[in-house]
């Protein structure tokens, strides 16, 4: 069974960074291509980037100049780097593993912006 874990949300203020992780655990592929997403509130769920099988990454307009994709396979961990963060950054954050079928969706992590 496969087990995908996020974490690295939190309540931080204005300007700082955050890095969010998820994991994959359990049996199964090493994780390769990721989507992630946010859900501001009251907002539906919206594409923000992601990270191919073959490591390219692509990004939101919205977000493409403070957020990075990054994968450590010895983790077996993708990454999301935010920086310079703005309360309008307020979300749930979610990876999605691409590279299994059905695709998978991590829990969610609360990242919460306001000085």
């Known amino acids: 069974q496969v087990h995908l874990m996020q974490s690295g949300g939190g309540s931080v203020r204005p300007g700082v960074s955050l890095r969010l992780s998820c994991t994959a655990s359990?049996?199964?592929?090493?994780?390769?291509?990721v989507d992630w997403y946010r859900q501001a509130p009251g907002n539906q769920r919206k594409w923000i980037a992601t990270?191919?099988?073959?490591?390219?990454?692509h990004y939101a307009d919205s977000v493409k100049d403070r957020f990075t994709i990054s994968r450590i396979n010895a983790e077996n961990t993708v990454y999301l780097d935010i920086v310079n963060l703005t309360p309008e950054d307020t979300a749930v954050y979610y990876c999605?593993?691409?590279?299994?079928?059905?695709?998978?969706w991590g829990q969610g992590t609360q990242v919460t912006v306001s000085s």
């Open positions: 990270m191919t099988r073959g490591g390219a990454t």
């Open positions: 359990g049996s199964g592929p090493r994780i390769i291509a």
């Open positions: 999605r593993r691409t590279d299994l079928d059905p695709p998978q």
